[in-house]
């Protein structure tokens, strides 16, 4: 991985930080689902099916952690074969994400405090755009539009790391008011955590294509 710039390296460092917790957490639920002693405290819902939550930790870590590098120019340069293969397994993972996500929110049941409508709604509505984000990612790059692929895939990344923004919200606002946060407040810290990632998926999409303008000009 020689080819890899140092400022690559900062950003997969700074990614794999930011995802440290939900990542780590989910891992660390895995023996749990799959009938071994818990090392946390177990989750009622989790217990009773376990099938969507496993497959929701996996595809999401392999998602948002795998996912990660391949934003990295370098692989795209130097090693195009390695992007494609990885890309195939990022995408797969990524529908597994979305399509547990959805599953885990219209099957179980959620006390009101931890799930309100706003919260329902957004959790179909962005699960199911995941999806259809990464299949027009799919068709786009198969139909040689490389802005458009890496847009949509930038988005549905957005989406998927939901997770690491909530948890950086929640320490923030246990900070501060020193209590948990539930009912209305906490499904809105929720989901405004998705329109801050979305929000700056739009930045650097403007931003790209601000720049690709830029150097057809010159």
Excluded at 50 to 60: K, Q
Excluded at 134 to 142: D, E, K, N, T
Excluded at 170 to 199: C, H, K, P, Q, S
Aim: net charge positive; hydrophobic share 60%; proline share 6%.
């Amino acid at each position: 991985m020689h080819f890899i710039s140092r400022r690559e390296w900062a950003f997969l460092a700074l990614v794999f930080l930011y995802s440290f917790i939900p990542a780590v957490v989910g891992l660390v639920r895995l023996p749990e689902l799959l009938c071994a002693p818990a090392i946390i405290p177990p989750n009622p819902r989790a217990v009773i099916d376990p099938l969507p939550i496993t497959l929701h930790i996996l595809g999401s870590s392999i998602f948002c952690l795998v996912g990660a590098v391949q934003f990295l120019p370098s692989l795209r340069r130097y090693r195009p074969a390695l992007h494609r293969t990885l890309g195939r397994v990022v995408a797969a993972a990524g529908c597994i994400s979305a399509l547990s996500g959805l599953w885990m929110t219209v099957a179980y049941a959620f006390p009101d405090a931890l799930q309100g409508p706003l919260l329902y709604v957004a959790r179909v509505t962005l699960s199911l755009a995941m999806v259809a984000l990464i299949a027009w990612a799919i068709v786009a790059i198969r139909s040689q539009k490389v802005a458009a692929h890496r847009a949509a895939m930038l988005r549905a990344y957005a989406i998927a790391q939901g997770a690491s923004t909530q948890t950086a919200l929640f320490l923030v606002a246990m900070a501060l008011i020193d209590t948990e946060l539930l009912g209305f407040w906490r499904d809105l810290l929720l989901v405004g955590a998705w329109a801050i990632n979305l929000a700056v998926a739009e930045l650097l999409i403007r931003r790209a294509f601000a720049a690709r303008t830029s150097g057809a000009v010159i």
